[in-house]
């Protein structure tokens, strides 16, 4: 299993991972960083747990809030769905009633030209 070092708020952490993910892993503790980072410069020194705490809490808001748009365009597609289905049932039987239309119609002609061909 290979590991990593990873620096977050100036101190080095050895991390283990699975094959192939060692840079995704650097990419989050960057972005962890960057948080942390953020936090410092906003609050300044307000003590290391306390900005961990407050990094984890901005991450797991921004989850909350990709999850929650995550549901919308899943419920919006659903709808989507729904409706393109609706629509192509009622085509469906718009297409049929023509159809039928169509085919009464025909039978009309063809009686008025039997009509028309016996009176001659």
């Known amino acids: 299993m290979p590991q990593i070092v990873v620096t977050i708020d100036g101190k080095t952490y050895r991390m283990a991972c699975a094959e ?3 840079q995704h892993l650097e990419t989050l503790a960057a972005d962890v960083d960057g948080k942390i980072a953020e936090l410092r410069g906003s609050f300044g ?3 290391d747990l306390r ?6 809490i ?3 808001d921004q989850l909350h809030e990709a999850r929650r748009r995550l549901q919308d365009l899943e419920a919006r597609a659903d709808a989507d769905m729904t409706s393109r289905a ?3 049932a009622s085509e469906g039987a718009a297409r049929d009633e023509y159809a039928r239309s169509l085919e009464e119609t025909a039978a009309s002609i063809e009686r008025i030209s039997a009509k028309l ?4």
């Open 20 to 22: 192939g993910e060692e």
């Open 45 to 47: 020194q307000i003590g």
């Open 51 to 56: 900005l961990t705490v407050m990094a984890a």
């Open 58 to 60: 901005m991450a797991t």
């Open 86 to 88: 609706a629509g192509e």
């Open 117 to 120: 061909a016996g009176a001659q």
